[in-house]
């Protein structure tokens, strides 16, 4: 035959295994066999008392399933057709009926849960009411049909037949089936040789038993000799192994049977033939259910003394294994037991000590027995609810070990205490332990105190360093204030160029200067957590646009690429703190731009998480310059920390701008992490929470306080200033601006001038003599009428973020922080004595560079003289833009304003008209830093088409007429 791979296909049938085959022979066999014994003891009435193929079928079914019904089909087919006078072809359809028995059994069986083990008293009530009798009556009245209809039995005795028929199938049943499914299953227990032996010598006697009737038959006339059969089966079932039990069933009921077809004698002494046949039947069945029942009983005092002795162990290896001590005493006894455990604990083995209450007499503390006696005595007698006490006793080595003893009670009917059942556990260690926990509780207390004095001298050495620094400020702002106030009237003189140029540089120097104290005062004030944030909408791509154009002066000039990308995905409006954002860029990006020698730094703006009506701005700043050590970057946002100690002297700075970057972000509720490889660059990645705007809201305008207010040509105002030198900057500004100034030293002189007269507005110090500013503004606001309805503006150095509010709080109507710039004081005087700004005059276009302002500089000047100005005024621009981002980064729109006055001059003394007015419109809206920002970009190419103008001129040939 081929197979699947020779032919490449599938064959019939999956050859049949050998175990399986082996299975089917067995089971042909096994009903070939019962057929055989079930005809053999057929009675001389032609009646099978006990029918074993019913019960075999059965049996073999609930053991083997389906996979049995072919075998058993063969055998019956062929049993008929060797034993039965049925015609062949009813020979081989019959076992039909007999499998159809078993299968309505099984079916039965499993509707009431039939267990096939036989271990429980239910199943086998099971198997006697429903397995047997039902479907042995279904198939005895169809094979009776069927064989009244093909004429082997006679329709007038069909029920008499029927009757014995569903008598021999149930006895089958009742006796093979549970033979065969307790000696075929293999959970059963083991047996041994004694039980074999024993169990042969009672089936011997039983056997004997039955054979009186014959032996002597005019002994007795009821045969009761025979029921000696059951105590022999039922010490059997009690003693021996169930398999054991079965077995000598089994040899018993075929001896019955035997002694009934052999003798001439009827059997438990019946009178007729049915009365044999019941009497039989019921004497089997009956042994059969006898032995069942026992041996399930057996085996459920067997699970019970398994459960015992398992429960048994477990207490025996919880006392032995357990750190507690038990004690049982019963007082109507008279008898107390103490565990090994119980001894152990005071240091005695287990037969050092009687088991007595003299033991616990002689062995507590003696100060504890009476306490502890009452208390047991309260308990005894329902007084108290519960015992449960510590008790000292005396240890085997002489030294006190404290136990906690805990008991319960066991009364009769009649409330009588019978039994107190208790635990002693050693708690010397865990007093032990309390003793110490409190005395280290009393030295936490201790240093918890110590701590908060620390505490408290902490809190107080930061508000002296915060009123040191604010005092610091002060006095370094001061004369800042003069310095940069009096350069700035120097540079709005006439000067020579160099004198100019010595002037704007001093300038810058100071306000580097200035931006450096600046860095200090903002770490201070953000490491006293006393920053806060202002949350307004900003434009993300002209925010981070602004920065890139400030700093792509100084990204040029060293020959690198500034470079911008910004994500489709990042909204266009969000809602943050757009000035820490800013100052956070700044410092990135300047710090990437510094560190860099060559190649480029990018900034990349993309959004992480995004929701509905929330985002995380990522922004990522790469370069490609000189990268930080792996054993540097922890200390990286440390305050004055750089890569290496000699960074500072190579590239300059404080290194505070990381350190202000991270305290920044996290006011922020952001993050910030740096990537980096020496020699390869950097990326430093900030990540913020931001709220998604649809969009913007429009930012409220400054009001005048008084509208009716000061509408004067030339106003009158008071300068209350302790310092000269700033006494004097501020008259000489107010000269220049054509207003009068009135001058006090101390904040005294300042309330009695106000009181001699009315002023436009007062121009207020805080720090002064004799009285300070807020309560010299305080007493003039109490003065009546024009005297007191002045506008009052604190002028200050006090420029921490938070001053302005705080000064705004106490009264003042305006802030100026020092130093002083003109174009600074202008704009106040003109916001609260309603002279405002003209405005200069704008054309739709304006061309780069003004050809008249050109020739004029071609006819006063050299060839050379106007070379070296074309040559000097790209620098200048580019000083003047650093300037302005220096601003920008502290926020300072005072010095923002002084620096694109002096773009505009630079700009407008050599004819470069758009970047000219450009500079003054811009510096004319400097209170507005973040719309300053937003302009950078058009400042920026401004310049670079102002560059390209003056390049394209030295370039250009000289008329020889000039």
């Known amino acids: 035959m081929a197979t699947q791979t020779e032919t490449g296909k599938a064959t019939w049938s999956a050859p049949v295994s050998a175990g399986l085959l082996g299975e089917g022979l067995l089971v042909v066999a096994g009903y070939l066999l019962c057929f055989w014994v079930g005809t053999a003891f057929i009675l001389e009435s032609g009646v099978s008392v006990v029918w074993p193929p019913s019960g075999f079928v059965l049996a073999v079914l609930l053991r083997l399933r389906m996979r049995a019904i072919v075998p058993i089909w063969i055998g019956a087919a062929m049993a008929n057709l060797i034993w039965s006078p049925a015609p062949p072809v009813m020979a081989v359809l019959l076992p039909a009926l007999t499998i159809s028995e078993a299968l309505i059994g099984i079916l039965l069986l499993r509707l009431v849960g039939f267990d096939s083990a036989l271990r429980r008293l239910r199943d086998i009530a099971a198997l006697v009411a429903v397995g047997a009798p039902i479907s042995t009556l279904l198939n005895a009245l169809a094979a009776l049909y069927v064989m009244n209809a093909i004429g082997i039995t006679s329709w007038t005795d069909y029920w008499h037949n029927v009757l014995l028929f569903w008598g021999g199938n149930t006895g089958g049943i009742l006796t093979i089936a549970p033979g065969f499914l307790i000696l075929t299953n293999r959970g059963e227990q083991g047996i041994s040789t004694e039980s074999w032996i024993e169990a042969g010598l009672l089936t011997l006697l039983a056997f004997a038993a039955l054979q009186l009737p014959v032996i002597w038959p005019d002994a007795t006339e009821s045969s009761a000799a025979a029921f000696i059969v059951f105590p022999i089966v039922a010490c059997v079932a009690l003693r021996a192994p169930r398999r054991v039990a079965i077995a000598v069933v089994l040899c018993i009921s075929a001896a019955a049977l035997l002694t009934a077809k052999l003798g001439g004698a009827r059997l438990l002494g019946a009178d007729d033939v049915l009365s044999e046949l019941v009497g039989l039947q019921s004497f089997i069945a009956c042994l059969m259910l006898t032995c069942l029942l026992l041996a399930a009983i057996n085996l459920d005092k067997l699970s019970i003394e398994a459960r015992l002795r398992e429960r048994e162990q477990f207490l025996s290896l919880a006392i032995l294994g357990s750190n507690d001590g038990i004690w049982d005493w019963r007082p109507a006894e008279h008898r107390v037991w103490l565990s090994p455990r119980w001894k152990e604990q005071l240091g005695y083995g287990e037969d050092e000590l009687p088991d007595s209450l003299s033991t616990w007499s002689a062995l507590v503390h003696r100060e504890d027995r009476d306490r502890v ?79 908060e004095e ?28 003069g310095i940069i106030g009096m350069l700035s009237l120097m540079l709005d003189s006439k000067l020579n160029p160099d004198q100019k140029r010595w002037a704007s540089t001093a300038l810058d120097s100071a306000e580097t200067l200035l931006t450096i104290i600046n860095d200090i ?238 002023f436009d507005l007062i121009l207020m110090d805080i720090q002064m003599p004799e009285m300070d500013g807020v309560s010299a503004a305080a007493a003039i606001r109490a003065l009546p009428g024009a005297h007191g309805g002045a506008p009052i503006v604190a002028v200050t150095a006090n420029a921490m973020v938070g001053d302005r509010e705080r000064y705004m709080a106490a009264g003042f109507d305006d802030y100026l922080a020092k130093p002083l710039h003109l174009d600074q004081l202008q704009e106040v005087i003109a916001r609260w004595t309603h002279k405002p700004h003209e405005p200069a005059e704008q054309t739709s276009v304006q061309p780069v560079m003004d050809q008249a302002r050109v020739t004029e500089l071609k006819g006063s000047l050299s060839a050379a003289e106007l070379a070296a100005l074309a040559e000097r005024l790209p620098k200048e621009l580019d000083a003047q833009i650093n300037r302005a981002r220096h601003a920008i980064h502290a926020n300072d729109a005072d010095g923002l304003r002084v620096a694109f006055r002096a773009l505009h001059d630079a700009a407008a003394e050599f004819g470069l008209r758009e970047l000219a007015d450009l500079a003054e419109q811009v510096a004319r809206d400097t209170a507005d830093v973040d719309r300053v920002v937003g302009q950078s970009a058009d400042i920026q190419d401004a310049v670079i088409r102002a560059k390209s103008a003056i390049g394209e001129l030295l370039a250009a040939p000289r008329d020889p007429l000039e």
Not at 379 to 397: G, I, N, P, T, Y
Not at 472 to 478: A, L, N
């Open 373 to 451: 006696a009452q208390r047991f005595s309260d308990f005894l007698e329902d007084r108290a609810s519960s015992f449960e006490m510590v008790q000292r006793f005396r240890h085997k080595l002489g030294h006190d070990v404290h136990i906690l003893t805990r008991g319960i009670k066991m009364k009769d009917d009649e409330g009588r205490v019978t039994r107190v059942v208790g635990v002693h556990t050693d708690v010397t260690e865990l007093l032990s332990a309390q003793e110490e926990l409190r005395h280290q509780a009393a030295s936490l207390a201790t240093l918890a105190r110590d701590l």
């Open 454 to 481: 620390q505490r408290r001298t902490a809190d107080a050495a930061n508000t002296a360093k915060s009123q040191f620094l604010a005092t610091m400020s002060h006095e370094i702002r001061t004369p800042m204030n």
């Open 521 to 758: 005062l903002d770490l201070s004030k953000l490491d006293a957590g006393k920053t806060e944030t202002d949350l307004l909408d900003f434009d993300v791509t002209g925010l981070i646009d602004g920065v890139t154009a400030l700093l792509k002066v100084r990204a040029t000039a060293k020959g690198i690429a500034l470079r911008t990308d910004i994500a489709a995905n990042v909204p266009r409006w969000l809602k943050s703190d757009p000035t820490r954002l800013r100052q956070i860029l700044f410092n990135l990006i300047g710090n990437s731009v510094k560190f860099t020698q060559r190649g480029e730094v990018m900034v990349r703006a993309s959004v992480g998480a995004m929701r509905a009506d929330s985002c995380e701005l990522r922004i990522d700043v790469t370069d490609t310059g000189i990268g930080i050590d792996r054993d540097k970057m922890p200390a990286l946002f440390e305050p004055f920390r750089q890569g290496d100690s000699g960074m500072a002297r190579r590239f300059g700075g404080t290194g505070l701008g990381l350190a202000i970057v991270k305290r920044l972000v996290k006011l922020l509720g952001g993050s910030v992490a740096v990537q980096s490889t020496i020699n390869a660059g950097s990326t430093f990645t900030v990540i913020l929470p931001c709220t998604i705007i649809a969009s913007p809201l429009a930012r409220p305008a400054a009001m005048p306080r008084d509208p009716e207010h000061g509408a004067h040509p030339r106003a009158s105002i008071l300068i209350a200033e302790d310092n000269d030198i700033n006494r004097e900057l501020v008259t000489q500004m107010l000269a220049r601006l054509g207003h009068e100034g009135v001058t006090a030293t101390n904040g005294r002189e300042a309330l009695t001038a106000a009181q001699g007269r009315a």
